[in-house]
């Protein structure tokens, strides 16, 4: 998966799409998957995935943003949204994976996560490059946290 990648100096905005593309890409295997230990694997990985994406987000991107579109709308109803994303993954701890409410939770969180990604890529990040921010600067500090939190669960 892309998220184990260092990118290459990437700005903040590149490297959230190639997240929010691994993250698809990972529901995508999920929807082919037939055996309960690879959806297993599948879950843990997108939820790993999710979750440091969101916490970068959280840490350095929304707050950045935040104050350098003195926006009060966009980034409040993106944190919500990870909330509701963080419920879901909370979910799957202990779950059973071979079951039908198993399958409906990964779709719902497929769903949760298109949708928010849809958002943040036609509404925020059209604002952002059109913002002062230092995109390179703020990738290269998003990416370096994503490190470190990675190296964590590793």
């Not at 059109?130 to 998003?142: A, K, N, Q, W």
């Amino acid at each position: 998966m892309t998220a184990t990648k260092k990118p290459t100096s990437k700005d903040a905005i590149a490297l959230l799409k190639a997240d929010h593309e691994a993250v698809s890409q990972l529901f995508a295997e999920y929807e082919r998957a037939r055996s309960v230990p690879n959806k297993k694997a599948l879950v843990d990985e997108i939820c790993m995935a999710l979750s440091v994406h969101a916490q970068i987000e959280e840490e350095i991107f929304y707050p950045a943003v935040k104050t350098a579109l003195k926006d009060n709308v966009l980034v409040p109803e993106a944190t919500v949204e990870h909330a509701g994303v963080k419920d879901l993954i909370a979910q799957f701890e202990g779950d059973d994976t071979d079951g039908e409410m198993y399958d409906a939770k990964v779709k719902v969180l497929s769903e949760y996560v298109k949708h928010h990604v849809k958002e943040e890529q036609d509404e925020m990040f059209p604002k952002v490059k059109s913002s002062s921010l230092d995109l390179v600067e703020l990738g290269e500090r998003m990416a370096a946290r994503k490190d470190e939190l990675l190296a964590q669960v590793a």
